[in-house]
């Protein structure tokens, strides 16, 4: 016998189900997607400014999503996971909370989570690519732009 609260459960899910079905997935993907509070950049705009030494950009992606499908060039790998993922990124910048660093996942969800949470933990120039790299409402992503993409 199923239990009244799995049976919600499932209604709250046929329910999303059915949002996603009547406005479009990537109306409901935006509608649910966390806003970053930090300024952004496309991932063109993101790789110009790397290059150029004007930003850090850290991949903050896992591991198998790095093997995957790479890297954006001139960047930085460090797992969002791990716990001194904040120590890593201020090593990154000679503990400069004021340096601008990018932050780029799949899609923009935890980019935009991440750059809040660095937000409040006291860094000021924090910079959200929220297209990420396989692309989201924000636009096409860094991997269908064909920018270049390191894959060691």
């Not at 004021?98 to 860094?123: H, K």
Request: proline fraction near 7%; aromatic fraction near 6%.
């Amino acid at each position: 016998m199923i239990s009244r609260r799995r049976a919600l459960q499932g209604l709250v899910g046929l329910g999303a189900i059915g949002v996603a079905a009547f406005v479009g997935p990537d109306l409901f993907y935006a509608a649910i997607t966390p806003t970053s509070e930090a300024r952004t950049l496309t991932p063109p705009e993101a790789y110009d400014a790397a290059k150029a030494g004007q930003i850090i950009l850290v991949d903050i992606r896992r591991p198998d999503e790095w093997a995957s499908t790479g890297s954006p060039e001139g960047g930085h790998r460090v797992d969002l996971r791990t716990a001194d993922f904040a120590q890593t990124l201020a090593m990154l910048v000679d503990g400069n909370k004021d340096a601008p660093i990018a932050l780029i996942c799949a899609r923009g969800v935890r980019s935009a989570r991440t750059s809040n949470m660095l937000l409040e933990a006291g860094f000021t120039n924090i910079i959200d690519v929220p297209e990420g790299m396989l692309g989201s409402p924000a636009g096409p992503g860094w991997i269908r732009r064909e920018l270049p993409l390191d894959h060691s």
